[in-house]
């Protein structure tokens, strides 16, 4: 599985925007950068996907690098219950399952 | 989108005995997985249980120690079995559906004493 490189841990004031980088060098023409995280006890949690276009949902936006090295979480307007661990997973296209879970990035939300 | 529960939410075994996990989805789904969350760390996927299949399990992870039961299409089990202390972890069970996105259980915590 190709592999994703994100900070061990970030900081954000409540309601201000974050911006969660994630590095994925070796990504292949087929893999989808999925998003989840995972709230404190709890299981994880669908974020978003997305190919090579960015992406916006009702929970966050995907910004995908134009050569898809590198991608960014954003969540426009940070709360509390934002703070998790968000990790940004590579999945290879139709047909596989897998998710591979990296160590991700340990968001902290200050009020 | 699918809702999962899992039983027990947690408990304490003593070591040598088993524990066996259900996973139960309020649809039927073709694809389950089980995971393992050692303390502090990430998820690891021990196996994927299709229905009227055996599991496919991942490296390191063997039918002997953790058997997988999926008898319909919403229900499955994992059995964690001969405990040892190294064992204690959460184990999550997960469906995913036709939207390429996967649902997760609230996972069950072992403590093995």
């Known amino acids: 599985d190709a592999k994703t490189t994100q900070p061990n841990s970030m900081e954000s004031n409540e309601e201000e925007p974050v911006h969660l980088p994630c590095n994925h060098s070796t990504i292949s023409g087929t893999d989808y950068i999925h998003w989840y995280r995972q709230l404190p006890s709890q299981g994880p949690e669908y974020v978003i996907h997305g190919l090579t276009s960015n992406v916006n949902n009702r929970m966050a936006s995907l910004a995908i690098a134009e050569d898809r090295k590198s991608s960014t979480l954003i969540l426009h307007r940070a709360t509390l219950r934002d703070a998790a661990v968000y990790y940004c997973?590579?999945?290879?296209?139709?047909?596989?399952?897998?998710?591979?879970f990296g160590k991700g990035t340990k968001l902290s939300v200050i009020p | 989108s699918a809702v999962i529960s899992q039983k027990p939410s947690r408990d304490i075994c003593q070591r040598g005995t088993s524990l066996t996990i259900q996973c139960q989805v309020d649809s039927q789904v073709t694809m389950m997985f089980w995971y393992r969350q050692q303390p502090g760390q990430s998820l690891t996927l021990i196996a994927t249980a299709n229905q009227g299949s055996e599991a496919t399990y991942e490296s390191g992870f063997v039918i002997d120690k953790f058997p997988i039961s999926r008898p319909n299409l919403t229900f499955s089990t994992l059995t964690v079995s001969n405990l040892s202390p190294e064992d204690s972890s959460i184990y999550l069970c997960s469906v995913e559906e036709y939207t390429d996105t996967q649902y997760f259980g609230p996972g069950t915590r072992l403590t093995v004493l």
């Open positions: 997973i590579l999945k290879t296209g139709a047909g596989s399952y897998q998710l591979t």
